[in-house]
C-alpha cells in the first residue's frame, strides 16, 4: 500500500482564517514534505521533516506553520495568508531521506486553497 | 546547482504507439536518484519510475522504462503501447544523495496527450 492522505480536498479561506491542511501515511516512512503547486509549474519545496525532526525549510513564510506530532502524520498550519498563496498544496513521504530506491516520494492527492 | 530540462512542453501519440519524453539533467554530485512522475488533472503525482545513478540497467516498470544515458546526463522515459489514460503531465526529478538529500529538481514537465 503506498497511500499517502491529505484532508480536506478544497479549501477556502479569508486573509484572516486559521486554518490547517493534514497528511497520513501509515507506510512506515520517515520522511515527509510539504509542496506548493501552481498551476501547471513543478511542485516547490517548503518543508521536510526525517524522523519527526524539520530538516528543511525553504524559506516559507511565516504564515505557514509545519508541524509533526508523529511518524504518520504531518500538519500545515495557515494563518494570514495571501492571495497569491491559492495554489495546491501536496504532501509526500519517503522511507528515508537519502539512500537509492528509499528515496522514492509517493505523493497524497493534495489539497487545493484559494485564498481570497 | 542542479538543473532538470525537458524540452518537450507537450507531446501528442496516438494511442497503441510507444512514445519518449525526454529528460536531461546537470549535477556535480556522483550519486543521486533520477524519477519520473505522472501528474493527471486530478493533481495527484504518481510515481512511475526510478533509476539510481550506479544502476547498470535500465529500469523497467510495466509500460514503463527509463532509457539512462549517464555519459549524456539523459534519463528519457519510455511510454509502450499508449492508453488514453496515459494523459497528462509528466515530470523528471533527480535527488542527491548527500547532504543536499531531501531536496528533489523537478522539471518544467510536458503535457501528452493521447489520440485515439
Known amino acids: 500500500d503506498t497511500e499517502v492522505t491529505q484532508t480536506p480536498k478544497h479549501l477556502v479561506m479569508g486573509m484572516t482564517n486559521k486554518k490547517s491542511l493534514k497528511c497520513e501515511q501509515h507506510?512506515?516512512?520517515?520522511?515527509m514534505y510539504w509542496y506548493k503547486q501552481k498551476a501547471k509549474k513543478p511542485p516547490e519545496l517548503m518543508f521536510v521533516?526525517?524522523?519527526?525532526?524539520?530538516?528543511i525549510n525553504e524559506s516559507v513564510p511565516s504564515r505557514f506553520s509545519p508541524e509533526c506530532p508523529n511518524s504518520s502524520l504531518l500538519n500545515l498550519h495557515l494563518h494570514a495568508l495571501q492571495p497569491e498563496d491559492s495554489a495546491l498544496y501536496l504532501c509526500?513521504?519517503?522511507?528515508?531521506?537519502?539512500?537509492?530506491?528509499?528515496?522514492?516520494?509517493?505523493f497524497g492527492p493534495g489539497t487545493r486553497l484559494l485564498v481570497l | 546547482a542542479q538543473k532538470i530540462t525537458q524540452t518537450q512542453p507537450g507531446m501528442f501519440v496516438q494511442e497503441k504507439e510507444a512514445v519518449t519524453l525526454d529528460c536531461t539533467y546537470d549535477?556535480?554530485?556522483?550519486?543521486?536518484?533520477l524519477f519520473w512522475y505522472k501528474q493527471p488533472s486530478s493533481g495527484e503525482m504518481i510515481f512511475l519510475i526510478y533509476?539510481?545513478?550506479?544502476?547498470?540497467q535500465n529500469a523497467t516498470e510495466g509500460r514503463y522504462s527509463l532509457n539512462f544515458q549517464k555519459a549524456r546526463k539523459s534519463a528519457n522515459l519510455v511510454i509502450s503501447a499508449s492508453q488514453l489514460g496515459d494523459s497528462a503531465m509528466y515530470f523528471c526529478?533527480?535527488?542527491?544523495?548527500?547532504?543536499?538529500?531531501?531536496?528533489?529538481?523537478f522539471g518544467d514537465g510536458t503535457t501528452l496527450t493521447v489520440k485515439p
Open positions: 509526500a513521504s519517503s522511507l528515508r531521506l537519502a539512500g537509492g530506491r528509499g528515496e522514492t516520494q509517493y
Open positions: 549535477t556535480s554530485d556522483p550519486s543521486y536518484g
Open positions: 507506510m512506515g516512512h520517515r520522511a
Open positions: 526529478a533527480m535527488r542527491p544523495d548527500n547532504t543536499n538529500a531531501g531536496k528533489s529538481t
Open positions: 521533516y526525517s524522523y519527526e525532526k524539520l530538516s
Open positions: 533509476q539510481g545513478s550506479y544502476d547498470q
